[in-house]
């Protein structure tokens, strides 16, 4: 039975996993040529609906039932007891730790080895300045501050009537997120962050050592929000060290 979230590419047995959860807006293809990176890790790029290969298909507009949804993507590949890693950026950020604390509190016995937390404010910091309720035109004049769309799909009219129900969609899961509680998961946490990033202060980020019960890192990656796409070499160094690969 095909798996929608997650398209296998990798040949031969790997010594462990990496998922992968993309930035509001992102999707698969943001991490198309990871796999040639990493020789013994299983690269597994969530692929959600409504946009790339699912683009007929709603967004969905609930983090709850996108978690559910990918858990149940997730839960075959972890069967064999091969070690993973959840990534997150951004948006991602959010879904990786929703995961983790859905298998630490139905303590399932495929707990992860780590969690790499990329460009993304601790759990209990709201989004103050949201602009997902904004008017069309001041909405994709908003997200071309990120610098995660293209200006050759924000400059045009045909092609944003197409993507803009997925970015709303996924910039309401994303500011309207928001956990009072700091609730902690079992593995350890590595935290990445762009030495120019506008959208994120360090302080906003060393609060996610609150929520780990294991070990916390900090790494800092030249680049702004986007310094996944725009210092990917970095990015992939620190997760090779990270994951021994």
Not at 21 to 30: K, T
Not at 47 to 57: A, F, L, S, V
Not at 82 to 98: I, N
Request: charged share 25%; aromatic share 10%.
């Amino acid at each position: 039975m095909s798996n929608p979230y997650f398209v296998r590419t990798f040949k031969g047995a790997a010594r462990n996993r990496l998922f992968l959860f993309p930035y509001a807006g992102g999707g698969a293809s943001a991490f198309h040529s990871w796999q040639k990176h990493f020789t013994d890790t299983e690269i597994l790029p969530a692929h959600y609906p409504g946009r790339e290969t699912r683009i007929k298909e709603r967004p969905l507009e609930s983090l709850t039932l996108l978690v559910e949804e990918l858990w149940a993507g997730m839960e075959p590949l972890l069967r064999d007891g091969t070690p993973y890693y959840l990534f997150g950026h951004s948006l991602g950020t959010k879904v990786a730790y929703e995961l983790a604390l859905l298998i630490r509190q139905r303590n399932l016995p495929c707990q992860p080895e780590g969690m790499i937390i990329a460009a993304g404010k601790a759990p209990c910091l709201k989004e103050t300045h949201p602009i997902h309720q904004l008017d069309d035109a001041h909405f994709v004049r908003e997200i071309g501050r990120f610098s995660a769309t293209p200006p050759s799909i924000l400059d045009s009219p045909e092609l944003m009537s197409l993507f803009l129900p997925t970015l709303r969609a996924d910039f309401r899961l994303d500011e309207t997120y928001h956990r009072r509680e700091i609730e902690k998961v079992k593995c350890p946490i590595l935290t990445l962050m762009g030495d120019q990033d506008p959208e994120l202060t360090l302080d906003e980020l060393l609060m996610w050592r609150n929520y780990t019960q294991g070990d916390f890192a900090v790494q800092i990656v030249a680049g702004a929000h986007m310094f996944i796409l725009s210092n990917k070499e970095a990015v992939l160094r620190i997760l090779q060290d990270y994951l021994g690969s």
